[in-house]
């Protein structure tokens, strides 16, 4: 069965720090790739998505991931993290030809001022 | 561009109540909507999804069933309610495609006691 796992269920980091979460699907066609992120209190937003051409993606705020085909991963990375960007952060995939989205099981990420 | 309305935002329940929340999506027509359920310390999980009225399919056996009795409603029910129930509800839409990957609602915060 297909399934997304995000390698690290909590991260706590210092401003300024660099951030990156790890993303793997198990998905043996082509795939669409998301980041979502949950901001406390929020609903559940885009950040970032891959469907094609350029593996590395750029999202909003600072944000951009790199699909690695070889490896099945979909790493997100911020060069330099806010504490605005506390937050949980969701990995999700799709097959191409399909209409699920399989979500991972969050990272929870908490940024100290 | 498509918005989706989702109430309560907080309900308790007692074990073995029946449960109805409910789901209406704006600005589109004919989108797929799904059911997603998000419980403590855990990822979000797909329930149920249907790409038309009437056509529900389930991702999970539960206690829980869907329906969809018009273009844009989307009712998540069940009959007797399980403590194991409890959780964050999220309706879903992608809308007529998938370039933007999913909207979501706002979420229900069921807890049932």
């Known amino acids: 069965a297909q399934s997304v796992s995000q390698h690290n269920h909590h991260v706590i980091l210092s401003e300024a720090a660099s951030l990156e979460l790890g993303c793997n699907y198990s998905?043996?066609?082509?795939?669409?790739l998301f980041w979502y992120v949950q901001y406390p209190g929020q609903h559940l937003q885009l950040l970032l998505k891959?469907?094609?051409?350029?593996?590395l993606v750029k999202g909003i705020k600072g944000f951009e991931a790199e699909f690695i085909k070889s490896k099945f991963s979909f790493n997100l990375r911020k060069p330099s993290v806010q504490w605005s960007d506390t937050a949980e952060y969701f990995c999700?995939?799709?097959?191409?030809?399909?209409?699920?989205?399989?979500f991972g099981g969050g990272t929870r990420v908490l940024v100290k001022p | 561009s498509q918005t989706i309305h989702q109430w309560p935002a907080t309900l308790v329940q007692p074990v073995g109540s029946p449960l109805s929340l409910e789901c209406t999506v704006e600005?589109?027509?004919?989108?797929?909507l799904y059911w997603y359920r998000q419980a403590a310390g855990r990822g979000l999980q797909l329930l149920f999804y249907?790409?038309?009225?009437?056509?529900i399919s389930s991702e999970v056996p539960q206690n829980l069933s869907a329906s969809r009795p018009q273009d844009r409603q989307f009712i998540l029910s069940s009959k007797k309610l399980l403590l194991s129930d409890s959780g964050f509800y999220l309706c879903?839409?992608?809308?007529?495609?998938?370039?933007?990957?999913?909207?979501f609602g706002s979420g229900t915060r069921l807890t049932v006691v």
């Open positions: 999700a995939v799709m097959l191409a030809a399909g209409n699920k989205l399989t």
């Open positions: 998905y043996g066609g082509t795939v669409n």
């Open positions: 891959y469907f094609s051409g350029d593996p």
């Open positions: 600005g589109t027509s004919n989108p797929n």
């Open positions: 249907s790409v038309g009225i009437g056509q």
């Open positions: 879903a839409t992608t809308g007529t495609g998938f370039v933007y990957g999913y909207t």
